[in-house]
């Protein structure tokens, strides 16, 4: 049984933004593997408005007292959940995992949201959606290409570097 460090009920098993986590009933706290924590915070599944409900309706108070690893039973040390928010969360060295408080991955995921990167990948996103059917399946069949493998990613980028080069020296060269 793995007890929830905060309340001491019994953590179950489910899935935030698609990714496997250990979930208190009570205080809305998740354990997450520290590998998945990264793939979450940029995860596009719940809208604006829910994570924000989610940060303003399951934040608790912030625990401030040395918490034990649900797994291992060790000490967990706390630490900036991110650079950009004033946010300290839980995390055991030994297995790898961080404690969320109630409310802190949708903080995560909010706070990742104003970053430069975000707004990129939101307008890669859009500029995909708004393809045209034409464009997306070239789009899509250059992805299928890419992966195939290193060696056809190899074969195209010498083919390409070969053909700008002749193009370039023919412009360079070419009867005026």
């Not at 205080?27 to 809208?47: D, F, H, N, P, Q």
């Not at 039973?73 to 928010?85: A, I, N, Q, S, T």
Request: proline fraction near 5%; aromatic fraction near 6%.
């Amino acid at each position: 049984m793995r007890a929830c460090p905060v309340c001491g009920i019994e953590l179950t098993r489910t899935k935030y933004e698609g990714f496997p986590v250990w979930e208190c009933a009570k205080c809305c706290g998740r354990l997450a593997a520290r590998s998945r924590v990264k793939a979450i915070e940029r995860t596009r599944r719940k809208g604006r408005e829910e994570l924000v409900r989610e940060a303003v309706g399951e934040k608790g108070a912030d625990t401030t007292h040395e918490l034990r690893c649900p797994k291992c039973h060790g000490p967990m040390r706390r630490e900036p959940l991110h650079r950009y928010l004033d946010v300290r969360v839980d995390v055991c060295r030994s297995c790898d995992v961080i404690w969320f408080d109630g409310g802190e991955l949708a903080l995560l995921q909010l706070a990742y949201e104003a970053t430069p990167g975000a707004l990129r990948d939101a307008e890669f996103r859009e500029r995909i959606e708004t393809m045209s059917p034409e464009r997306r399946a070239r789009f899509e069949d250059n992805l299928r290409r890419l992966e195939a493998g290193p060696s056809d990613l190899g074969d195209a980028f010498a083919a390409g570097v070969v053909e700008g080069v002749l193009c370039a020296h023919h412009r360079r060269h070419r009867p005026r």
